[in-house]
């Protein structure tokens, strides 16, 4: 059974949604310092209620952030 991402309800913080059509959504991270958007392409499944982070150091100047991915239940 495959459940839809409602795009309204996930809350992306420090990247840009890709692909976010699926419970699993892809998106590039985009630096909160000098706004260099990589062009490595993350993956990520997304859980109800489960808000993932992840650290990630931009290429270009090295700035580290997170990321953010919250899918309310
Ligand atoms: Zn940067």
Request: aromatic share 4%; charged share 25%.
């Amino acid at each position: 059974m495959e459940q839809q991402v409602d795009i309204e309800t996930v809350v992306l913080e420090g990247g840009s949604c890709v692909e976010c059509s699926s419970p699993t959504i892809t998106y590039v991270v985009k630096c909160q310092k000098c706004g260099y958007v990589e062009t490595h392409r993350h993956t990520v499944s997304l859980t109800r209620g489960v808000t993932e982070v992840v650290t990630v150091q931009c290429e270009k100047c090295n700035h580290k952030q997170m990321v953010k991915i919250r899918y309310p239940r």
